[in-house]
């Protein structure tokens, strides 16, 4: 094998002496030659011998020179540059020497390089991890605190994505959820035809559709570039709507009668005028007409100002700058916007739900606690909130006394400089369709100050806002089969799975026992949502017996009030959508489910019979032993709840769909005949 | 004497109307509906019509455009009166073939002016 590059330093070292020591050879040789022949003396004989020498010596220098100058340097460079390749980071070594020593720049130059984007390199891709990290984080903070409504969904109409004011949005419909299609969310007929027509420049189509005795106003795009996917906005017109079609068209139709009413009034006025003029008595009739018609139309179109009145100030009630809030969150709102001074308003009482303009009202309170304040000792507010007929009345308390209606007439001129337009403190209250008085308590010791508002029909404190980052998207999800293809030949991966579990009564479902609990949660492209469950106690119309209690922990009093079975179930259906079931020992939980009037006919996988099937030789199928055997993690106390054992079923199959992919087991079909021959083996066997 | 035709269904106007005109010195004869309003335009074939768009039955739009198709009265003077003040339904009258028209309430020394141009337009 030959091979390029510099020959071998003692091969080199060898043939060099080897030359020289052959010309000195022959040299002398030569030399002894031309003596014998010529036989010269002195400076002649000299010459002879130095001249039949001095190629040699030359081969012998030359090699010298070579050896020194630019072997030794080309080698020194070899290990060098392999030593540069292999380990960047090695230490430096002496610069190229020899002939070679005008290459030292160069040859730093490409070293430091080389090191440089090296590093660049490694670091390049930490780097670019971590932005894209930092993005999305900031981008799923952005749609989770956006305030309108939106989804996401991919070409077959799933749910890739929905923020928390869709959840808030849509709360209580259990067609929301990641994976599921958009139906189950939203009558699709309507639906539908918008969203086959929708152009693909991103361009928005608008429509309007009945969802939960409410009219949406739906916003859909098409997102450019992307795989048919398209965004969803939210706003609910029925208010709206009820606005334009209740007071406000009532307001426009006064208008009509008013008109009439006043033609009627001038023109017996005019008329009236003319007979003035013929004073006879001829026409003292015709002037008691007109007189009777003047009186009726001025009653009537007194009553109708009246009415739009009330029409008006109903209009203000229901205006679209008064949104609903929870009064505990307004005294908070308005505590952290009070200077420091005079801050500590402590809500009293039972909190409400009524209608305001926040930033208005806050701007309100803030200017009369600076002006309350010019009147009474610093010890704080108390805010409380009472309710009255249609109307809830939202009370500042102080120690001291009621202030005077005069200063409350003076204060009421004041411009609030922080809103826009700079409107008085009664140009705010005319907003709210509002005033405001002050009044002793009946204690003596304290005062108020009222401000009667719009009340609202909610009941109940806001919902708590769910944790940080709760999934709420899954872009793969559109990379999953479409939803018309038969389910028998999808990957086991893409599968949309919802383990479930049931705690009963006891264990003799034949003989009466059913079913308290029913817990289950969803796994989507191999995932296990953490926020996608469905957790509901069920009333067994029976007692629990002790015995199960202790297995479960449920007693009599923990489902009392729940709902009673077929109800769950009917929910639980719309839970599943187009998912297909997971249980342990699935047998068990299925009749326990099979109920009149709820099919269940969807595939199921038995994470049990799945177990059995893999690994025959072993002992101990049962959850707990798997979730030994596979180290699944469950927070304590979490095992023996539905949804508990639902979650460890779950993380059972996520466990378990690695080992049937090795196997060859990649699609539903393979999976369910894999676990029909675990079925009858076990049936044989137990027979 | 020019006669005027008064259509309107609240009798409080038509009474002012009526005493109006008169003594502007035309003729009025009246009409509380749109039937009575056809009626009388041929049985008592008045030189001019106030005609108020929202009628019992049939509406004062309705009255107009039949009134326009019969050769008769294609020419006759109307004055629309109406207490809806919308510029869409000025428009529809005056589309429709009206001469003019009038959102109440009005001054009644106007319309009495409007009447007296249409007549002296009508009979030159």
């Avoid at chain 1, 230490?91 to 720049?105: F, M």
């Avoid at chain 1, 600076?370 to 249609?390: M, R, V």
């Avoid at chain 1, 009345?393 to 609030?416: F, N, S, T, V």
């Avoid at chain 1, 069920?538 to 629990?544: E, F, G, Q, T």
Wanted: glycine share 6%.
């Amino acid at each position: 094998m030959t091979r390029g590059g510099l020959p071998k330093r003692q091969r080199l070292i060898g043939l060099w002496l080897i030359l020289s020591g052959i010309s000195l050879l022959g040299g002398a040789i030569f030399a002894a030659w031309l003596d014998a022949q010529l036989a010269p003396t002195g400076m002649t004989r000299l010459a002879l011998w130095l001249g039949s020498f001095s190629g040699g010596a030359t081969i012998f220098l030359v090699g010298l020179l070579l050896e020194r100058m630019l072997f030794t340097p080309l080698r020194h460079l070899q290990v060098q540059l392999a030593r540069l390749v292999a380990n960047p980071d090695a230490r430096d070594e002496h610069p190229p020497e020899g002939w070679l020593k005008a290459l030292g720049p160069d040859l730093r130059r490409v070293r430091e390089s080389w090191r440089v984007d090296r590093s660049r390199l490694a670091t390049a891709h930490a780097d670019g991890a971590r932005s894209a990290a930092r993005i999305r984080q900031e981008l799923e903070t952005l749609l989770q605190v956006l305030e309108t409504p939106l989804l996401l969904c991919d070409q077959h109409r799933r749910l890739m994505l929905f923020n928390q004011a869709a959840e808030d949005f849509f709360i209580g419909n259990t067609g929301l959820g990641l994976g599921k299609r958009l139906e189950a969310l939203l009558p699709v007929s309507s639906l539908q035809h918008a969203l086959s027509q929708l152009p693909n420049d991103g361009s928005p189509r608008e429509l309007l559709t009945p969802c939960d005795n409410r009219w949406l106003k739906v916003i859909l795009r098409r997102v450019p570039g992307s795989d048919g996917e398209t965004l969803l906005t939210f706003s609910d017109a029925t208010a709206s709507w009820s606005n334009e079609m209740g007071v406000r068209a009532e307001l426009a139709n006064m208008l009509t009668p008013l008109r009439q009413h006043t033609a009627s009034l001038t023109s017996a006025a005019d008329a009236l005028i003319q007979l003035r003029h013929q004073n006879d008595t001829d026409t003292s009739t015709l002037r008691q007409r007109f007189e009777r018609v003047i009186h009726e139309e001025g009653t009537t179109l007194g009553d109708n100002v009246a009415k739009i009145g009330q029409l008006l100030d109903d209009l203000q009630h229901q205006g679209e700058r008064l949104t609903p809030m929870w009064s505990n969150d307004f005294w908070q709102a308005l505590d952290e916007r009070l200077d420091p001074e005079h801050r500590l308003i402590t809500p009293v009482g039972m909190p409400a739900w009524f209608k305001g303009d926040a930033p208005a009202l806050i701007a309100l309170f803030d200017s009369l606690v600076k002006q309350l304040s010019a009147h009474l000792p610093d010890s704080g507010f108390e805010g409380e909130i009472c309710l009255g007929n249609k109307r809830v009345y939202l009370d500042l308390i102080w120690r001291g006394k009621a202030l005077p209606e005069h200063e409350l007439a003076e204060w009421q001129h004041q411009p609030l400089a922080t809103l826009p337009l700079t409107p008085k403190v009664a140009d705010v209250l005319r907003q709210h369709a509002s005033d405001i008085w002050s009044l002793a308590d009946n204690d003596g010791l304290h005062a108020r100050l009222r401000m009667p508002l719009p009340a609202i029909e909610r009941v109940g404190a806001p919902r708590e806002p769910a944790p940080p980052r709760p999934e709420f998207h899954d872009f793969g999800i559109a990379d999953l089969p479409p939803p018309d293809e038969a389910l028998a030949n999808r990957s086991l991966r893409s599968l949309d799975v919802v383990a479930f579990d049931t705690e009963t009564t006891g264990l003799e479902l034949r003989r009466g026992d059913t079913v308290i609990s029913l817990g289950a949660c969803r796994v989507v492209n191999a995932r296990l949502l953490a926020s996608d469950v469905f957790d509901q106690k069920v009333d067994p119309k029976r007692p629990i017996p002790p015995a199960s209690t202790v297995i479960h922990g449920l007693t009599d009093a923990d489902v009392a009030g729940a709902p009673p079975l077929d109800i769950v179930l009917t929910h639980f259906r719309e839970y599943i959508g187009e998912a297909v079931l997971l249980a342990h020992n699935a047998a068990f939980d299925l009749l326990a489910i099979s109920h009149k009037g709820v099919a269940f006919d969807i595939p199921v996988i038995d994470t049990l019979l799945i177990s059995r099937a893999l690994d025959e030789a072993l002992d101990g199928h049962d959850l707990d032993s798997l979730a030994q055997r596979y180290d699944l993690a469950f927070p304590p106390g979490t095992r023996h709840t539905a949804l508990g054992d639902a979650r460890v079923t779950a993380e059972l199959w996520l466990a378990l769909l690695p080992r049937l992919e090795a196997r060859g087991i990649d699609t539903l079909e393979q999976l369910l005949t894999l676990q029909a021959n675990a079925f009858d083996r076990q049936d044989a066997s137990a027979s | 004497m020019a006669k005027v035709l008064v259509v309107d269904d609240e009798p409080n106007i038509v009474l002012s109307l009526e005493f109006l005109m008169e003594q502007a010195g035309f003729e009025v004869v009246t009409a509380e509906d749109g039937e009575q309003a056809l009626e009388q335009v041929s049985a008592a074939s008045p030189d001019l019509l106030l005609l108020d768009i929202s009628l019992p039955g049939m509406s004062g739009f309705d009255v107009l455009e039949r009134l326009r198709s019969q050769d008769a009265t294609a020419q006759l003077p109307i004055i629309m009166l109406t207490a809806h003040g919308r510029d869409v339904e000025r428009e529809k009258g005056m589309a429709l073939g009206a001469d003019d028209y009038i959102t109440k309430p009005f001054s009644t020394q106007s319309l009495v002016e409007k009447v007296k141009a249409l007549l002296a337009e009508d009979q030159p």
